[in-house]
């Protein structure tokens, strides 16, 4: 490291390892690509927030229920380690339990994907009358939210211009997706008497700001308002309690933070006060897998739920995309919970803030709240418009913007570094403690220096040539 990365790190109070080893040493490090190479150096993963890495231990868990298919076939359902007509306990464990804040078996299952546990869970609660018809949502909510909020307002017959009331972001004309908590508490206060659900997502995908949810949740049960989240950049990135703050229910997916793979199987969360309501009244799309386990396969045309979000169930689930998630849940825990992983994000994302100080990057701006308690894992970085080498951060965004992003973005993967963008001008990196070291978000910043210090050069040189044309 520069010596100014030492000098960073000793402003953190922290020995802040450089070896991948010593800095993940608290924690199981067996999330990584199987094709270790001696001497090759590694990429640096920082997208853990769109998809996580996949854990080594994995594959030989999913082999083995090939293997058990191979052998006994339907039997398998049965029989071997993980009987496949049970395999959904693995997502009722205490493992399972405490990555949310579940207090009872009943409370957690994985099953579907995350937009579908949304449309089951919005025909459950979205329940409009004359007078309590509407939804509020956030303007910058990832887009499959809107078109579930949308099909739903339609399929009742209410018009949405009237029926969804949008929380704006502190800048609503920037896609920022950055929200004033006050103002949004403020804002569900005042629409109550016609508010029918409150749909809100646990982080903000866009700036990866951490929403208040206890406060939330409080307000919307003093209120009566059915409050539902989207924790698709929550669940195994920040703490949850879902249980004890009185949230109604809750959907996510884990293919990011719980590295379950491309288009895992998605998570619910009900809370245990509604676990023994009827079907008729609390309403769903009902399946047989839902039904009572001791009687389901008696083949009876009633439907008898079994108790909390395990009676949302619709079909058996699949086996092969079920086993990565207990490896997940496994791992989570032999790292010591997701508090550990959080205590460990909390020192990567304040070394990263140092570094980008005390390298003096310029021409970005942290769209992410600094508070630990406003962000987890990931930071969205706006690349700026440099004019001689001086943050253009007050006048309007320009077209180099646009095109920057993507150009900056393939510049860092050349040097081996995995992030994201969001368009017109947004970087995303996520530092995820599972797998990230502190080396990596040293090279991380190393090269975005260097990278944007490099266009700015080629930026001012043209336009001093193009300025001495113009004269001449």
């Not at 406060?215 to 409050?227: E, K, M, Q």
Request: charged share 20%; aromatic share 6%; hydrophobic share 40%.
């Amino acid at each position: 490291p520069s010596k100014r990365a030492v000098i960073a790190a000793s402003e953190l109070g922290h020995a802040i390892p450089t070896d991948r080893s010593e800095s993940t040493s608290s924690l199981d490090t067996s999330v990584a690509n199987d094709d270790d190479d001696e001497g090759e150096e590694k990429a640096v993963y920082l997208c853990g927030n769109s998809l996580g890495l996949m854990s080594r231990r994995v594959r030989a868990r999913v082999e083995r229920h090939l293997s058990q298919w191979g052998a006994l076939g339907v039997l398998g359902h049965f029989s071997g380690r993980e009987p496949w007509v049970c395999i959904e306990d693995i997502g009722s464990s205490t493992h399972a339990q405490s990555l949310v804040g579940a207090k009872y078996p009943h409370e957690i299952v994985f099953m579907n994907s995350l937009t579908v546990n949304l449309h089951l869970m919005l025909t459950a609660f979205f329940r409009p009358m004359q007078h309590k018809h509407a939804i509020l949502i956030e303007q910058d909510a990832f887009p499959s939210d809107h078109h579930a909020i949308y099909s739903h307002v339609l399929s009742r017959g209410l018009d949405p211009t009237t029926s969804i009331i949008l929380a704006p972001s502190i800048t609503p004309n920037d896609n920022s997706g950055i929200l004033d908590d006050d103002a949004l508490v403020h804002l569900i206060e005042s629409n109550a008497h016609k508010l029918a659900l409150v749909l809100l997502p646990g982080v903000q995908y866009l700036s990866g700001t951490v929403l208040p949810i206890q406060r939330l949740a409080a307000t919307c049960n003093r209120l009566s308002i059915p409050l539902g989240l989207d924790l698709a950049h929550a669940v195994a990135n920040i703490p949850l309690h879902l249980h004890s703050w009185g949230v109604d229910f809750a959907v996510w997916c884990s293919y990011k933070y719980l590295n379950c793979g491309p288009g895992a199987v998605g998570g619910a969360f009900l809370h245990h006060k509604h676990a023994f309501r009827a079907a008729d009244d609390l309403p769903r799309l009902a399946g047989w897998w839902g039904h009572q386990r001791d009687s389901r396969f008696l083949m009876k045309p009633q439907f008898v739920p079994q108790p909390g979000v395990l009676g949302f169930q619709l079909s058996n689930p699949p086996v092969l995309a079920i086993v990565p998630i207990a490896e997940s849940l496994e791992q989570i825990a032999r790292a010591g919970g997701v508090d550990a992983l959080r205590a460990k994000s909390k020192l990567l994302s304040r070394w990263f803030l140092l570094l980008l100080r005390v390298e003096n990057v310029t021409g970005v701006q942290i769209l992410t709240p600094l508070e630990d308690e406003r962000h987890g894992c990931q930071f969205s970085i706006r690349l700026l418009r440099l004019v001689d080498g001086v943050d253009d951060s007050h006048g309007e965004r320009s077209r180099d913007s646009v095109v920057r992003v993507g150009v900056v973005n393939k510049l860092l993967a050349s040097d081996g570094i995995v992030c994201d963008t969001r368009e017109p001008d947004v970087l995303r990196v996520a530092p995820a403690p599972l797998y990230n070291s502190f080396t990596d978000v040293l090279r991380f910043v190393q090269s975005l220096k260097r990278i944007l210090a490099s266009l700015n050069n080629k930026t001012n040189a043209t336009g001093t040539a193009a300025t001495r044309v113009a004269h001449d």
